[in-house]
């Protein structure tokens, strides 16, 4: 096999562990309303399990993040996809809380595990936003389907969380195609399509841009997912829909969302990071504005749809910036489980927020933290794009940061050292210097000719 069917099938293999991983949190408003309705939950209890279970997502993330070296990604993968098969499965075939609650947990953690490993993975491609791109065009079209298809299925909590665990089954047989070894031992002879090293060892580059931007993605996430949490019953409650309408309006809107996403791979860096992610985050807070005030069906399908047209862009361009502070992967891991746990502090903080203010006041509440971490998460897509490197400049500017610097600008690719690129090593050359001469000048050497070479 040639390695560019080995490159395809490990891309095919990423994309397909991402949309399992992802599958949890882009199911919350059914999961959660089903657990409210056939458990008997209450609003804030039912935000409370969905919390649970994707704090469980989050700490898998943390715990691989830290760990992930001597971790194969096949092994991990299968590992991941396993607990969300007996999670989630068990989960659905109960209605006691107290195991639903233990199920999730379990479900949860595998889906982190899967998804960190997607996101380490999709670090190391030759380009990072791409892959992303299209793990969010797979996970949205599935989880668009499953709206349209879920309240034809009966109703109760089993459904869906049935549906997430035989996602799990359709991914196990892809894994194969993830490397076996550990990951050092997978990096340390491959080489990319340019032919230098994959794999960059040393330290973690970026400390303090890729602290502000997993803090800043943390608050993100939470806000969004505080208001898709509970945007199912706005939808049945305020906005006076039935089940089956907001399922279509959410499928309608994720359809909207593939749109955005190929509209976002289309476009690629021509208009950088900083444009895609500051701009779309004040147009995701104005969206939020609307969709939590909604007193009907226009503006309620209109909020969702726009909300989730914008979304996965900005999403995929903060995806393509944690990828791109370091091509091991490991800020990609951190910064993916940080938006793990805004996201699992979501539905809980919609919950008390539209229970204590109501939902255009939760609205309110949300869309002012969206702009206020729209400006520190721009500031670093602005800090670490910087302007594009030639060769001979790399050890003026820092080495192997600057190699990675170099290739995420919008330069021409044949100019600049490939993406996570060690720094060439420089050997000594010994020049014979004539008798009698005791230093050398410019005019010891000329120009080399094609006549010279022999």
Same mark, same amino acid.
């Given at each position: 096999?040639?390695?560019?069917?080995?490159?395809?099938?490990?891309?095919?293999?990423?994309?397909?562990?991402?949309?399992?991983?992802?599958?949890?949190?882009?199911?919350?408003?059914?999961?959660?309303?089903?657990?409210?309705?056939?458990?008997?939950?209450?609003?804030?209890?039912?935000?409370?399990?969905?919390?649970?279970?994707?704090?469980?997502?989050?700490?898998?993330?943390?715990?691989?993040?830290?760990?992930?070296?001597?971790?194969?990604?096949?092994?991990?993968?299968?590992?991941?996809?396993?607990?969300?098969?007996?999670?989630?499965?068990?989960?659905?075939?109960?209605?006691?809380?107290?195991?639903?609650?233990?199920?999730?947990?379990?479900?949860?953690?595998?889906?982190?595990?899967?998804?960190?490993?997607?996101?380490?993975?999709?670090?190391?491609?030759?380009?990072?936003?791409?892959?992303?791109?299209?793990?969010?065009?797979?996970?949205?079209?599935?989880?668009?389907?499953?709206?349209?298809?879920?309240?034809?299925?009966?109703?109760?909590?089993?459904?869906?969380?049935?549906?997430?665990?035989?996602?799990?089954?359709?991914?196990?047989?892809?894994?194969?195609?993830?490397?076996?070894?550990?990951?050092?031992?997978?990096?340390?002879?491959?080489?990319?399509?340019?032919?230098?090293?994959?794999?960059?060892?040393?330290?973690?580059?970026?400390?303090?841009?890729?602290?502000?931007?997993?803090?800043?993605?943390?608050?993100?996430?939470?806000?969004?997912?505080?208001?898709?949490?509970?945007?199912?019953?706005?939808?049945?409650?305020?906005?006076? &829909? =039935? +089940?089956?309408?907001?399922?279509?309006?959410?499928? $309608?809107? *994720?359809? @909207?969302? !593939?749109?955005? /996403?190929? %509209?976002?791979?289309?476009?690629?860096?021509?208009?950088?990071?900083?444009?895609?992610?500051?701009?779309?985050?004040?147009?995701?807070?104005?969206?939020?504005?609307?969709?939590?005030?909604?007193?009907?069906?226009?503006?309620?399908?209109?909020?969702?749809?726009?909300?989730?047209?914008?979304?996965?862009?900005?999403?995929?361009?903060?995806?393509?910036?944690?990828?791109?502070?370091?091509?091991?992967?490991?800020?990609?891991?951190?910064?993916?489980?940080?938006?793990?746990?805004?996201?699992?502090?979501?539905?809980?903080?919609?919950?008390? &927020? =539209? +229970?204590?203010?109501?939902?255009?006041?939760?609205? $309110?509440? *949300?869309? @002012?933290? !969206?702009?206020? /971490?729209? %400006?520190?998460?721009?500031?670093?897509?602005?800090?670490?794009?910087?302007?594009?490197?030639?060769?001979?400049?790399?050890?003026?500017?820092?080495?192997?940061?600057?190699?990675?610097?170099?290739?995420?600008?919008?330069?021409?690719?044949?100019?600049?050292?490939?993406?996570?690129?060690?720094?060439?090593?420089?050997?000594?050359?010994?020049?014979?210097?004539?008798?009698?001469?005791?230093?050398?000048?410019?005019?010891?050497?000329?120009?080399?000719?094609?006549?010279?070479?022999?």
């Amino acid at each position: 096999m040639s390695s560019r069917s080995r490159g395809a099938g490990a891309l095919v293999a990423l994309v397909a562990l991402f949309t399992a991983g992802y599958l949890a949190p882009y199911l919350l408003p059914t999961v959660v309303g089903r657990l409210s309705a056939g458990l008997g939950l209450t609003p804030a209890q039912a935000g409370l399990v969905g919390s649970v279970l994707l704090l469980g997502s989050s700490s898998a993330g943390f715990a691989l993040a830290a760990r992930g070296e001597r971790v194969g990604p096949r092994r991990a993968a299968r590992a991941g996809l396993l607990a969300m098969i007996v999670g989630y499965g068990s989960a659905a075939a109960t209605g006691t809380v107290p195991l639903v609650v233990a199920g999730a947990v379990l479900g949860g953690l595998g889906s982190g595990t899967a998804t960190a490993v997607a996101a380490a993975g999709i670090a190391g491609r030759p380009d990072p936003h791409r892959a992303s791109s299209l793990g969010l065009l797979s996970v949205s079209a599935t989880a668009g389907a499953l709206y349209l298809t879920l309240p034809h299925l009966g109703s109760g909590h089993a459904p869906p969380l049935l549906a997430i665990a035989c996602a799990a089954v359709l991914v196990w047989p892809v894994t194969g195609r993830l490397p076996g070894g550990t990951r050092a031992d997978a990096g340390a002879g491959r080489k990319s399509s340019a032919g230098s090293v994959a794999s960059v060892t040393g330290p973690l580059p970026y400390r303090r841009a890729g602290a502000v931007l997993a803090g800043g993605i943390l608050c993100w996430s939470l806000a969004q997912n505080a208001l898709w949490g509970v945007s199912g019953r706005i939808g049945t409650t305020q906005a006076g &829909l =039935s +089940e089956v309408t907001v399922g279509a309006v959410f499928a $309608a809107a *994720l359809g @909207a969302g !593939l749109a955005g /996403v190929t %509209a976002a791979g289309a476009l690629g860096s021509r208009l950088g990071r900083a444009v895609p992610i500051g701009a779309g985050t004040v147009l995701i807070a104005g969206c939020v504005l609307l969709s939590s005030s909604a007193g009907g069906l226009v503006s309620f399908a209109t909020g969702e749809i726009l909300w989730n047209a914008f979304y996965p862009v900005v999403l995929s361009y903060l995806l393509g910036l944690a990828a791109s502070l370091d091509p091991r992967g490991r800020w990609a891991v951190l910064v993916g489980s940080a938006s793990s746990l805004g996201v699992a502090c979501g539905p809980v903080t919609g919950s008390l &927020l =539209s +229970e204590g203010a109501g939902y255009p006041g939760m609205g $309110a509440v *949300l869309c @002012a933290l !969206l702009l206020l /971490v729209a %400006a520190p998460m721009t500031a670093v897509a602005r800090h670490v794009s910087g302007r594009p490197l030639v060769p001979g400049s790399i050890r003026r500017r820092g080495g192997a940061p600057a190699a990675v610097l170099a290739g995420n600008a919008s330069a021409t690719p044949s100019l600049v050292p490939q993406v996570g690129a060690p720094e060439q090593p420089v050997a000594p050359v010994r020049v014979p210097v004539a008798a009698g001469r005791r230093r050398l000048t410019k005019s010891t050497f000329g120009l080399a000719r094609p006549s010279d070479r022999g």
